[in-house]
């Protein structure tokens, strides 16, 4: 009976790796993700890329970031009523530059003053 060897390419075998060091994810949870059987195979990928296990500082500084990267429901509201004031502040330049180019046209086509002239009435 032969044996079926599971061929990865390199590039996905250091992914995993990388995920392994970066993640808090299990072995077996990879094992189950990608495929791969036996115990000594992510251990074997390890080496074959010649890649330290951070250190436990490094871990807990990735978590802490990775936690941070994550935005609660009340900022993306925020963020997402920014979009939509951004995009009405938008419309309404285009608005009044719209008005404005349309008095400029009328009071050069009816020769008469439209806009109110600043400063002090005698």
């Known amino acids: 009976m032969t044996q079926k060897v599971n061929k990865f390419q ?10 392994y060091f970066s993640t808090s994810i299990s072995q077996e949870e990879l094992k189950h993700k ?3 059987k036996g ?18 500082d490094f871990i807990k500084k990735q978590e802490i970031m990775s ?13 997402s009523m920014i979009k939509k004031l951004e995009s009405e502040l938008a419309y309404e330049k285009l608005r009044t530059e719209a008005l404005s180019t ?7 086509r009816f020769k008469i003053s439209i806009r109110k002239k600043s400063g002090i009435k005698q």
Do not use: C, H
């Not at 115990?39 to 436990?56: C, G, H, V």
């Not at 936690?67 to 963020?79: D, I, P, T």
């Open 10 to 19: 390199d590039e996905l075998k250091l992914q995993v790796v990388k995920e």
């Open 67 to 79: 936690k941070e990267v994550r935005k609660s429901k009340s900022e993306l509201e925020q963020e």
């Open 34 to 36: 990608y495929g791969f």
């Open 39 to 56: 115990n000594s195979t992510l251990y074997r990928w390890i080496r074959k890329f010649d890649i330290p296990k951070p250190d436990d």
């Open 102 to 108: 349309m008095i400029d046209i009328a009071e050069n």
